[in-house]
């Protein structure tokens, strides 16, 4: 087992954390593609000077265009979807959504990796999608009608960040994770900036405090560039179908920090819920690796 892969990836998942609290907040003054772009160019401009330092970005013409495809689905069309659908529903319910994402994972990558669905990862996943449901109590979440169209966006940005993560895992067999965030930055501005731009026009800003300008720049240094980055690590060293489980510890810590900073209380199902997610990730980690093309 990789588990600097293991490490990177809970890492990934450990920042996003508080991602949708932090996101939540400034939506209220920033429209969603607005924020989203700069939440590129802020990863962008922060990781660059790693990138020349490690010598630039040399892809080819080819490599050029798969890599830029790939930061299109990722973030052009799954973070579109994850903002506009924090906008419109419920942190709660952008968490619990968006957990789907490792059962996705499993399945883009049977398709595309040739990953093979051990009966030993499925039962990881559904150790730790237990664990999911345990910590996070849909009890919590809205999924009344008023909120289809948020909750409808956040099984998009499920579905496609997964099928981003395999596609990540396939570009990455023979370049550098680190330009590769770079350009799939990239990738996603294409979409996000005209979009920016008619928001700008119909909606505006709204006054930016202090905490909004912190909550920015957490979304587009933390979350993003750095993020970003340990993410596709992840996905670059370990099969995806094990990578994705570390996604699991995203409610994790977004439960912990709550306890720490706001005071709420831990229970024992949460407690008993996070032993889940951690037998599940364990299980996975003891496999085999599968054949994959």
């Known amino acids: 087992m990789d588990w600097f892969g293991l490490f990177a990836g809970l890492s990934a998942a450990a920042i996003w954390g508080g991602m949708y609290v932090a996101s939540k907040a400034v939506l209220d003054v920033v429209p969603p593609f607005t924020l989203l772009t700069l939440r590129l160019l802020l990863g962008i401009f922060s990781l660059l000077p790693f990138v020349w330092r490690a010598g630039g970005i040399r892809f080819t013409r080819q490599q050029w265009k798969q890599v830029l495809g790939v930061g299109v689905v990722g973030y052009g069309v799954s973070l579109g979807f994850q903002f506009v659908g924090t906008k419109l529903s419920t942190a709660a319910n952008g968490a619990l959504v968006t957990s789907a994402t490792p059962a996705f994972v499993l399945l883009w990558a049977a398709w595309i990796l ?3 669905i051990t009966r ?3 039962l990881a ?5 237990l664990g999911v449901i345990i910590v996070l109590d849909p009890r919590s979440a809205h999924l009344s009608t008023g909120l289809f169209w948020g909750n409808l ?3 998009m940005a499920a579905l496609t960040w997964a099928l981003y993560s395999v596609l990540i895992r396939k570009v990455t067999r023979g370049l550098d994770v680190l330009p590769v965030s770079v350009v799939t930055f990239l990738g996603g501005l294409p979409l996000t900036i005209p979009a920016a731009g008619l928001e700008m026009n119909t909606l505006g800003l709204g006054t930016l405090s202090w905490g909004a300008v912190l909550s920015i720049l957490y979304v587009g240094v933390i979350s993003t560039a750095l993020a ?3 993410w596709n690590t992840a996905f670059a060293r370990l099969e995806a179908g094990v990578a994705s489980l570390t996604f699991f510890a995203q409610p994790v810590v977004g439960a912990g920090l709550g306890a720490l900073l706001l005071n709420e209380h831990l229970t024992p199902l949460f407690l008993f819920g996070g032993l889940l997610i951690g037998l599940g990730l364990v299980l996975a980690a ?3 690796p599968s054949n994959s093309n």
């Open 114 to 116: 040739g990953e093979r």
């Open 120 to 122: 030993r990862r499925l």
């Open 125 to 129: 996943l559904g150790l730790a999608t």
């Open 153 to 155: 966006s956040l099984v």
């Open 228 to 230: 970003m980055y340990l």
């Open 286 to 288: 003891q496999g085999k």
